[in-house]
């Protein structure tokens, strides 16, 4: 099994800029990909970003050129860097992990979550 664990959320201006980490432990060597997603309130848990083992990422349309997913596999941490911050961007972050083991997927793993406010 694999434990996310998402820090760097808080509050910050429109504009203003944040970086999310999301530490994994446990069996890290199965790690495949590594994404995010958020929830706003009363909405439902939407893709934010992802990032294969392999490189390849995928966004959101709406967060297109602000937002950059980046991977330390020494760490085993994955970031979220956030610019140009919108009130709509405002939502629970929460860490998504997908492992696999010789070519099967073995799992899907969620952190806790971790709030970013954009005030206006």
């Known amino acids: 099994q694999v434990q996310p664990v998402e820090s760097g959320g808080g509050l910050v201006q429109a504009g203003g800029s944040l970086r999310l980490s999301c530490a994994a432990s446990?069996?890290?060597?199965?790690?495949?990909?590594m994404g995010w997603y958020r929830q706003a309130p009363g909405k439902q848990r939407e893709l934010v970003a992802t990032l294969t083992s392999g490189g390849s990422t995928n966004y959101a349309d709406s967060v297109k050129g602000r937002f950059t997913i980046s991977r330390d596999n020494a760490k085993n941490t994955v970031y979220l860097q956030m610019n140009s911050l919108k009130p709509e961007d405002t939502a629970v972050y929460y860490c998504?992990?997908?492992?696999?083991?010789?070519?099967?997927?073995?799992?899907?793993?969620w952190g806790q979550g971790t709030q970013v406010t954009v005030s206006s």
């Open positions: 446990g069996s890290t060597f199965s790690i495949n990909a």
């Open positions: 998504n992990i997908d492992t696999t083991r010789y070519g099967v997927h073995t799992g899907n793993y």
